[in-house]
Nanobody
Framework: QVQLVESGGGLVQAGGSLRLSCATS????????MGWFRQAPGKEREFVAA????????????YYANSVKGRFTISRDNAKNTLYLQMNSLKPEDTAVYYC???????????????WGQGTQVTVSS
C-alpha cells in the first residue's frame, strides 16, 4: 500500500520560511519522480516543483513554476524515502494546501501522477 504523508505546514509571516516534508512508504522511492502541487480555495491544483528520479547520466533534474523559482527548492533523500520543499521569502499568495505526488515520470501536469498525499496547509500572513 503506497502512502505519502506531508508535514511541515503552518502559519508564517510574509518573508518567512517553511520546510515541507513528504514521507513515503510502499513504493521504491528512488525509482519515482516526485512533485509538489498546491491548491488555494476556489482555484485549481497547480504545479509548484518537481524532481526526477536519479539518473547516472544526468543526476537529478529539478523543475519549478515561474511563481516560485528562486524562492523554493525541491530536494529528495532516497535513503530516507522522503521529499522536501524548502520555501523561502514566502508571500501571501503562496497560501494553499500543498500536496506531494509520485509518478515514474516527472511531469508538471497533476493528472500524470499516480499517488498523492493528503496535503498540508500553508498560510502566509501579510
Amino acid at each position: 500500500q503506497v502512502q505519502l504523508v506531508e508535514s511541515g505546514g503552518g502559519l508564517v509571516q510574509a518573508g518567512g520560511s517553511l520546510r515541507l516534508s513528504c514521507a513515503t512508504s510502499g513504493l521504491t522511492f528512488s525509482t519515482y519522480a516526485m512533485g509538489w502541487f498546491r491548491q488555494a480555495p476556489g482555484k485549481e491544483r497547480e504545479f509548484v516543483a518537481a524532481i526526477s528520479r536519479w539518473s547516472r547520466w544526468s543526476g537529478e533534474d529539478t523543475y519549478y513554476a515561474n511563481s516560485v523559482k528562486g524562492r523554493f527548492t525541491i530536494s529528495r533523500d532516497n535513503a530516507k524515502n522522503t521529499l522536501y520543499l524548502q520555501m523561502n521569502s514566502l508571500k501571501p499568495e503562496d497560501t494553499a494546501v500543498y500536496y506531494c505526488a509520485a509518478d515514474p515520470q516527472v511531469a508538471s501536469n497533476p493528472d500524470e501522477y499516480d499517488y498523492w498525499g493528503q496535503g498540508t496547509q500553508v498560510t502566509v500572513s501579510s
